[in-house]
């Protein structure tokens, strides 16, 4: 069973829409959750870290459900610049090794 | 502000040759390592390094082999390259309290092994 696992998508919304995203991770005892971006051919950087209380940045919102083992993230009024693939990352207290889901891609249409 | 510098971008190998793919990073993180990428499948730990002559495995390790002799670099080695190896490699740095996950990657090296 994958450590993390995520809808692949694609997502196709407009403009301004409102759009969801989750993830499910193996490991109970995970304790750091984070969501990445990854543009077309370009590296991963971090979008976002998720807190147990729910956190937001702007139009992002990311929540946390760890009775369901369960990572959401919100993206309000999106924009064309949100097009790319989103990646649901968890981390375990021990341990040095982060684990990435496949990535939900995203295409915000005109 | 060069951040983490992978060499080389591109590099096409023939079954069983080696080579070096070369990782450099300037912001004195303690924490290193190198994933691949494919599709569907996500990026994988290959090999990470916790400091200076410290180097442990991650999921996929098997055919690679990684030293760390200094703070600044983490070079992956291909011993016998195989088609299986086909893939873009990311070299990923972060300060020692990686529960910040904040994550520095490189910009890839796409590796096809013919």
């Known amino acids: 069973r994958k450590e993390v696992e995520q809808d692949p998508g694609p997502f196709n919304v407009p403009e301004g829409a409102t759009v969801a995203f989750n993830c499910t991770y193996s490991?109970?005892?995970?304790?750091?959750f984070f969501w990445y971006r990854q543009d077309c051919r370009k590296e991963p950087k971090l979008l976002m870290s998720?807190?147990?209380s729910g956190n937001e940045d702007g139009r992002f919102t990311a929540q946390l459900n760890r009775a369901s083992q369960y990572i959401s993230l919100l993206i309000r009024d999106s924009k064309l610049s949100d097009s790319a693939t989103y990646l649901c990352v968890v981390k375990a207290e021990t341990g040095n090794q982060f684990y990435f889901g496949t990535g939900t891609s995203l295409t915000v249409i005109p | 502000n060069a951040g983490v510098t992978q060499t080389p971008k591109f590099q096409v190998l023939k079954t069983g040759q080696s080579m070096t793919l070369q990782c450099a990073q300037d912001m004195n993180h303690e924490y290193m390592s190198w994933y691949r990428q494919d599709p569907g499948m996500g990026l994988r730990l290959i090999h990470y390094?916790?400091?200076?002559?410290?180097?442990d495995q991650g999921e996929v390790p098997n055919g690679y082999n990684v030293s760390r002799s200094t703070t600044e670099d983490f070079p992956l080695r291909l011993l016998s390259a195989a088609p299986s190896q086909t893939s873009v490699y990311f070299c990923?740095?972060?300060?020692?309290?990686?529960?910040?996950?904040?994550?520095?990657f490189g910009e890839g090296s796409r590796l096809t092994v013919l």
């Open positions: 390094s916790v400091g200076a002559g410290i180097t």
């Open positions: 990923a740095s972060s300060p020692w309290d990686i529960r910040t996950g904040e994550l520095f």
């Open positions: 998720v807190y147990s």
């Open positions: 490991n109970s005892a995970s304790q750091s």
